[in-house]
């Protein structure tokens, strides 16, 4: 059975630090390229961070140069280092594995973990 089950979210300061993790199961999980994405109620998912099986990430401008994703395939574990957090930040973030297969894509989802910046 697949499974993506994230943590580390969680209520911090404009400026503070979190850190996402996201344990993969089920699956071969150096096959598939890991994204975080987030989504505010109301708004559209929009994506974070990607990184390949061979550690190569991609960022969204809005992130870039504050957040960074890395991933241990020994561990079958995604991460999402978030520094110098905004208000702006606040949203549901999920983890997501991706792969193409054929014509088509398989992808899994997790269930979210909230993270909110306020002071």
């Known amino acids: 059975q697949v499974q993506l089950v994230e943590s580390g979210g969680g209520l911090v300061q404009p400026g503070g630090s979190l850190r996402l993790s996201c344990a993969a199961s089920?699956?071969?999980?150096?096959?598939?390229?890991m994204r975080w994405y987030r989504q505010v109620t109301g708004k559209q998912r929009e994506l974070v961070a990607a990184?390949?099986?061979?550690?190569?990430?991609n960022y969204a401008d809005s992130v870039k140069g504050r957040f960074a994703i890395s991933r241990d395939n020994a561990k079958n574990t995604v991460y999402l280092q978030m520094n110098s957090l905004k208000p702006e930040d606040t949203a549901v973030y999920y983890c997501?594995?991706?792969?193409?297969?054929?014509?088509?894509?398989?992808?899994?989802w997790g269930q979210g973990t909230q993270v909110t910046v306020s002071s």
């Open positions: 990184i390949t099986g061979g550690d190569s990430p």
């Open positions: 997501n594995a991706a792969r193409a297969v054929g014509f088509t894509t398989q992808d899994y």
């Open positions: 089920g699956f071969t999980f150096n096959r598939y390229v």
